[in-house]
């Protein structure tokens, strides 16, 4: 399992803690700061779901007037992570 850290840029979250397994599923993912209720929603969606599958649904969403949001930063962390 290889674990993970990523600084958001954009959001009211400083970062993103998470793990991908061997199968590249997430496991574990922890948002530092922001909105602990939609971050907690958004971590318990994503547990165990292929990582690929979720930065592609996830890419492009963003918050209010932002060019970004918590679930795009998850996408392009995800992104970072498996290339």
Same mark, same amino acid.
């Given at each position: 399992?290889?674990?993970?850290?990523?600084f958001c840029?954009?959001?009211c979250s400083r970062g993103i803690e998470f793990e991908i397994?061997?199968?590249?599923?997430?496991?574990?993912v922890e948002? =530092?700061?922001?909105?602990?209720g939609n971050a907690n929603g958004i971590c318990r969606l994503v547990e165990g779901q292929d990582a690929?599958? =979720?930065?592609?649904?996830l890419k492009?969403?963003?918050?209010?007037?932002?060019?970004?949001?918590?679930?795009?930063?998850l996408s392009r962390a995800i992104e970072e992570a498996i290339r």
């Open positions: 399992m290889s674990e993970h850290k990523y840029e954009g959001t397994d061997e199968d590249g599923k997430l496991r574990n948002f =530092i700061g922001g909105c602990n690929k599958s =979720i930065a592609q649904t492009g969403t963003t918050c209010g007037f932002k060019e970004t949001s918590c679930p795009d930063q």
